[in-house]
T-cell receptor, first 113, second 112 residues
Framework: EPEVTQTPSHQVTQMGQEVILRCVPI?????FYWYRQILGQKVEFLVS????????KSEIFDDQFSVERPDGSNFTLKIRSTKLEDSAMYFC???????????FGSGTQLSVL | SQELEQSPQSLIVQEGKNLTINCTSS?????LYWYKQKYGEGLIFLMM?????EEKSHEKITAKLDEKKQQSSLHITASQPSHAGIYLC????????????FGTGTRLTIIP
């Protein structure tokens, strides 16, 4: 079965540094998402992306966050200046249509020191 | 905002026994997804329910949606070690909305 691929699986960074989390969604999917899960907490929606623009974002997704689909295959989440509270597992997801099930990647564990 | 409460939070079941996990929404459900998360890994899709009264089964897992009660249940029959993990329910905010709100999760442990 096709799958969503995320790299790296673990990322350690210093507070204030920029990080880019990478995702390769399933090739014929049109809707792309980032979710995150802080240790011990719920999985939370961050942002959705369709037709090369953000379609919805949560309160968490502030000016420090940005997403991009630089080519036909990659979907990236950038955090400009990381904070300690950005430490979490970040999940990328994609779907063929808006009302179809989301396929999730295995996540990137981000640790901010 | 919508809240999804799952019960129980944690479940320890002997291999071969049946079990049920519940997910209750604070608002109208416009569909309900069940995912399984293995410790520290991604979310694996299990089931999607879209209509009230809908029931779906896959292998030994059955999920039902009770729209009136704003509730869904996930039932596992004759549990196996491979069923161990964290079960999450997720619901769209409204019809056709892409943003999913997830529940608190139920941690399932299967003992031999």
């Amino acid at each position: 079965e096709p799958e969503v691929t995320q790299t790296p699986s673990h990322q350690v960074t210093q507070m204030g540094q920029e990080v880019i989390l990478r995702c390769v969604p399933i090739s014929n999917h049109l809707y792309f998402y980032w979710y995150r899960q802080i240790l011990g907490q719920k999985v939370e929606f961050l942002v959705s992306f369709y037709n090369n623009e953000i379609s919805e974002k949560s309160e968490i997704f502030d000016d420090q966050f940005s997403v991009e689909r630089p080519d036909g295959s990659n979907f990236t989440l950038k955090i400009r200046s990381t904070k300690l509270e950005d430490s979490a597992m970040y999940f990328c997801a994609s779907a063929p249509r808006v009302d179809e099930k989301l396929f999730f990647g295995s996540g990137t564990q981000l640790s901010v020191l | 905002s919508q809240e999804l409460e799952q019960s129980p939070q944690s479940l320890i079941v002997q291999e071969g026994k049946n079990l049920t996990i519940n997910c209750t929404s604070s608002k109208t459900l416009y569909g309900l997804y069940w995912y399984k998360q293995k410790y520290g890994e991604g979310l694996i899709f299990l089931m999607m329910l879209q209509k009230g009264g809908e029931e779906k089964s896959h292998e030994k897992i059955t999920a039902k949606l009770d729209e009136k009660k704003q509730q869904s249940s996930l039932h596992i029959t004759a549990s196996q070690p491979s069923h161990a993990g964290i079960y999450l329910c997720g619901a769209p905010r409204d019809f056709g909305n892409e943003k999913l709100t997830f529940g608190t999760g139920t941690r399932l442990t299967i003992i031999p």
